[in-house]
């Protein structure tokens, strides 16, 4: 499914970034901070990028209630605009698990966070500046996500949690979190950034 014409996926011709990672039009990046060669949507920098996710059901994100919440994507349907940054600090991070990143909403500006709730890992919406977050002198793991892209789709998998993912499941309800990558509920969305 190609983007929404108004968005655009990001790609650049081979340059380097940092001295430390090298981004190419294949959108592969070779950073010696992580190791080897991920796929990577986003360049570094230190102003979030905008977007917009929907599931493979074509369920987009909106904001409801306090929540994130798919419902079928439509022309009446103004799906939420998400924010995205690298984190500033993924050495103590895990390896090899995608790029780690902080996902919010532009309206209002929210962040994405993982807590245990009663003995069980849950996704909340908490009214934290993606921006703050990243500005800290080190990882804020219950905010950050490590973003994994496979051919069009992009998975979330919880920093704080290892092996719980963000999913969807039926129209009209909250994203959650839930275990093992796309058994049950849909773990695999498409995420636009704009340019």
Known sequence: ???????????????????????????????????????LMFVARD???LGKISDLDQQVWI??????????????????????????????????????IYLGIQSPAMSLCCEDTGGQPTLLLK???????????????????????TGTTSTFESVAFPGWFIASSNKDSPIFLTAGQGKLYNTNFNLYLEA
Do not use: W
């Open 1 to 39: 499914m190609a983007p929404p014409a108004d968005l655009e996926m990001h790609s650049s011709v081979c340059r380097s970034i940092e001295n430390r990672k090298v981004l190419c039009s294949s959108g592969v990046v070779h950073d010696q901070r992580y190791g080897s060669s991920f796929n």
């Open 127 to 149: 009214e934290e500046n993606i921006l703050d977050l990243y500005n800290k002198p080190e990882p804020v793991k219950p905010f950050l996500f490590y973003h994994f892209r």
């Open 63 to 100: 904001f409801q209630g306090q929540a994130i919440v798919t419902v079928p994507r439509s022309n009446s349907v103004a799906s939420a605009t998400v924010t995205v940054i690298t984190c500033k600090y993924p050495e103590s991070l895990e390896k090899d698990k995608g790029t780690p």
């Open 47 to 49: 102003t979030p990028q």
